[in-house]
């Protein structure tokens, strides 16, 4: 069976999806300064996700790469991925030395957004499932966003600040 590999622009369509449904229900986590864009990325002026790419610019999730391109169409890497989930939760990480995304992937096991022993530094450049990203988003709302409980057949969401 062939292994399918995640996009870069569908993962930010999800992450933009994410990023808003989660400002919805926990804004307190998506309080944002006003982030200049750093530049222009080169490679995305008129691709279909542009907007997105944009926003989560200015959001500091993505910052593209060093030549000025975000490269929109390339599969999309397990540390790329964790930054762009992670960065939702936790503006003040910043780029690892031993590799770039060091910092993220370890904020990400260390509050649960990746399990134990899933990943490890060598894998942070490998290409990543949609499969592999859904239970990444599915573990960051549950880990760091809320808490569903359920009693006396009532289901209840615990967020981080209100209970609904």
């Known amino acids: 069976m062939k292994k399918r590999i995640f996009q870069k622009k569908y993962l930010i369509v999800v992450i933009a999806i994410l990023a808003l449904t989660s400002a919805i229900f926990i804004a307190n986590k998506f309080i944002y300064s006003n982030?200049?864009?750093?530049?222009?990325l080169s490679d995305i002026v008129n691709h279909w996700a542009q907007s997105d790419i944009e926003f989560m610019q200015a959001k500091g999730a993505v910052s593209g790469y060093s030549d000025g391109t975000f490269k929109p169409d390339n599969n999309v890497t397990t540390g790329e991925a964790i930054k762009l989930i992670v960065a939702n939760f936790d503006k003040n990480i910043t780029n690892g030395i031993d590799h770039w995304a060091s910092n993220y992937f370890n904020y990400a096991k260390k509050t649960g957004v990746v399990s134990s022993g899933q990943y490890t530094m060598n894998d942070l450049n490998n290409n990543i499932t949609?499969?592999?990203v859904m239970y990444m988003v599915i573990n960051s709302l549950e880990k760091l966003a809320y808490k569903p409980v359920i009693t006396n057949n009532e289901i209840k969401i615990e967020f981080k600040d209100a209970t609904i």
């Open 35 to 40: 982030v200049a864009y750093a530049g222009e």
């Open 130 to 132: 949609r499969k592999e």
